[in-house]
T-cell receptor
Framework: DTAVSQTPKYLVTQMGNDKSIKCEQN?????MYWYKQDSKKFLKIMFS???????INETVPNRFSPKSPDKAHLNLHINSLELGDSAVYFC????????????FGPGTRLTVT | AQKITQTQPGMFVQEKEAVTLDCTYD???????LFWYKQPSSGEMIFLIY??????QNATEGRYSLNFQKARKSANLVISASQLGDSAMYFC????????????FGTGTSLTVIP
């Protein structure tokens, strides 16, 4: 059983387009995250979200928006895609409280041309 | 200042030997957590080990152990009896504070196990 899943695995699109990446977890976690990993493998948290609050990394452009229809899903919407948005995007989840040990999805490689 | 520093971009180790991957952190919080993740060439992020700031004993998980030196703010990962499958990127990470909102990753260390 897949714990944290993301779709699509690969996404190739043109500048200016709007795209979404879906994330689902079946671990019963109540906190979910989005990370961006750049070409140098640097991982940076973009958002953390539980049913009480959304925390946005202040460096994330407002073209990026998370949307959570329920506790098991946190989708990432990106408007007006730019070349610099090309990266691998990881979804993760954890329990709220305790260690906050995170479990990651397989990643979505986004290429903007 | 960097929250997590990994000073070894690349490391090599002979199969069956032990290797230490360095990690130092910077926080003024009393409550924090330290993590190590493995990222093989296939790309997924695999959780390895966790150490809480109040834990007095070093964490161990199978062949992985975390050498936690609080005063020096270091959290080195020790892999014993290296295997070829251990070749991967290794990331040190920190959860700052008592919520899940502040997570920081280091730049990673690429480990290559030589047969």
């Amino acid at each position: 059983d897949t714990a944290v899943s993301q779709t699509p695995k690969y996404l190739v699109t043109q500048m200016g387009n709007d795209k979404s990446i879906k994330c689902e977890q079946n671990l019963g976690h109540d906190t979910m995250y989005w990370y961006k990993q750049d070409s140098k493998k640097f991982l940076k948290i973009m958002f953390s979200y539980n049913n009480k609050e959304l925390i946005i990394n202040e460096t994330v452009p407002n073209r990026f928006s998370p949307k959570s229809p329920d506790k098991a899903h946190l989708n990432l919407h990106i408007n007006s895609l730019e070349l610099g948005d090309s990266a691998v995007y990881f979804c993760a989840s954890s329990h709220h409280g305790g260690t906050y040990e995170q479990y990651f999805g397989p990643g979505t490689r986004l290429t903007v041309t | 200042a960097q929250k997590i520093t990994q000073t070894q971009p690349g490391m090599f180790v002979q199969e069956k030997e032990a290797v230490t991957l360095d990690c130092t952190y910077d926080t003024s919080d009393q409550s924090y957590g330290l993590f190590w993740y493995k990222q093989p060439s296939s790309g997924e992020m695999i959780f390895l080990i966790y150490q809480g700031s109040y834990d007095e004993q070093n964490a161990t998980e199978g062949r992985y152990s975390l050498n936690f030196q609080k005063a020096r703010k270091s959290a080195n990962l020790v892999i014993s009896a290296s295997q070829l499958g251990d070749s991967a990127m290794y990331f040190c990470a920190m959860r700052e504070g008592e919520t899940g909102n502040q997570f920081y990753f280091g730049t990673g260390t690429s480990l290559t196990v030589i047969p």
